[in-house]
């Protein structure tokens, strides 16, 4: 079956950078396969919010408050997602996620929607301190 597993969480300054990874198993990535790989975070009391996505064209989608710090990447064979997170700051605090579906979402608008999709992480731990 489908399984992620998130690393790299931590605790930080603010500033500070991390990366974190997301290895991914139970599937098979060629080059028809439509997807959707994406990070999520969830603050406490917060609803999960979708951080960044790449689809199965290396189209990227980040979310307005990372834009120009964060960066999403995969491995040359797909299976291992990233997020390098650059000059962290105390509001990236959260739990974050990495999240999978196929085929990738009809619409574009869409691909951040936590309820788009079926397959989770378990979550990593990022600690952003002031």
């Known amino acids: 079956q489908v399984q992620l597993v998130e690393s790299g969480g931590g605790s930080v300054q603010s500033g500070g950078s991390l990366t974190l990874s997301c290895a991914t198993s139970?599937?098979?990535?060629?080059?028809?396969?439509?997807?959707?790989m994406a990070w999520f975070r969830q603050a406490p009391g917060e609803e999960r919010e979708g951080v960044v996505v790449i689809d199965n064209d290396g189209v990227t989608t980040y979310a307005d408050a990372v834009k120009g710090r964060f960066t999403i990447s995969q491995d040359g064979n797909k299976k291992t997602l990233y997020l390098q997170m650059n000059s962290l700051k105390p509001e990236d605090t959260a739990i974050y996620y990495c999240?999978?579906?196929?085929?990738?979402?009809?619409?574009?608008?869409?691909?951040?929607?936590?309820?788009?999709?079926?397959?989770w992480g378990q979550g990593t731990q990022v600690t952003v301190s002031s």
């Open positions: 999240a999978v579906r196929f085929p990738k979402v009809l619409r574009p608008e869409w691909a951040l929607r936590a309820d788009e999709y079926v397959f």
């Open positions: 139970g599937f098979t990535v060629s080059s028809g396969t439509s997807y959707d």
